[in-house]
T-cell receptor, first 114, second 118 residues
Framework: AQTVTQSQPEMSVQEAETVTLSCTYD???????LFWYKQPPSRQMILVIR??????QNATENRFSVNFQKAAKSFSLKISDSQLGDTAMYFC???????????FGGGTRLMVKP | GAGVSQSPSNKVTEKGKDVELRCDPI?????LYWYRQSLGQGLEFLIY????????KSGLPSDRFSAERTGGSVSTLTIQRTQQEDSAVYLC????????????????FGPGTRLTVL
């Protein structure tokens, strides 16, 4: 079985500053995919960033980047220049290459303060 | 193009009643997934459809839950004899494919249906 753990239930950051959300996971597979999703109060789950485990280079999407440490099974999300619109729940998720569904962490509630 | 849509947005029902939740995936997406998001359990996988293959029902919590996907497009999740513990947000997602390289297996989510069982 695969598991995903987010150890920070809540975090806050000042607008324009940088924040890092933690995620660790466990899987017996060597090839898998990792995701960060954002869920604002509207409930819509929005893909933030995706990382293939076979790629050593960390994924980046504008202000969002990841620190993927495969050996440590760690996949943290860094948000630079935080904006008020970044306030949301953030979920880390894992999908095995052979599997179909996403396994989610418990989420981190991020509050960006003006 | 249009994203994943779900209806109704909210559903309130009485314990023991049956409910149907609908999902319209992104056009052309062959894979469709249902998840449940509840306070106590977080986000749980329920069921997965891929093309015309038999669905993966491994996440369904009981035989009161069932789902269909007609014509490889629209899906309906049915909960029979609803219980209070069924109260949750039911999320549907679709992806172009179920697996593979690139980003074709990235799952895109709908806004969910919030189910409240009184």
């Amino acid at each position: 079985a695969q598991t995903v753990t987010q150890s920070q239930p809540e975090m806050s950051v000042q607008e324009a500053e940088t924040v890092t959300l933690s995620c660790t996971y466990d899987t017996s597979e060597n090839n898998y995919y990792l995701f960060w999703y954002k869920q604002p109060p509207s409930r819509q789950m929005i893909l933030v960033i995706r990382q293939e485990a076979y790629k050593q280079q960390n994924a980046t999407e504008n202000r969002f980047s990841v620190n993927f440490q495969k050996a440590a099974k760690s996949f943290s999300l860094k948000i630079s220049d935080s904006q008020l619109g970044d306030t949301a729940m953030y979920f880390c998720a894992l999908r095995n290459n052979a599997g179909n569904m996403l396994t989610f962490g418990g989420g981190t509630r991020l509050m960006v303060k003006p | 193009g249009a994203g994943v849509s779900q209806s109704p947005s909210n559903k309130v029902t009485e314990k023991g009643k049956d409910v149907e939740l609908r999902c319209d995936p992104i056009s052309g997406h062959t894979a469709l997934y249902w998840y449940r998001q509840s306070l106590g359990q977080g986000l749980e996988f329920l069921i997965y459809f891929q093309g015309n293959s038999a669905p993966d029902k491994s996440g369904l919590p009981s035989d009161r839950f069932s789902a269909e996907r007609t014509g490889g497009s629209v899906s309906t999740l049915t909960i029979q004899r609803t219980q209070q513990e069924d109260s949750a947000v039911y999320l549907c997602a679709s992806s172009l494919t179920a697996s593979g390289g690139g980003s074709t297996d990235t799952q895109y989510f709908g806004p969910g249906t919030r189910l409240t069982v009184l």
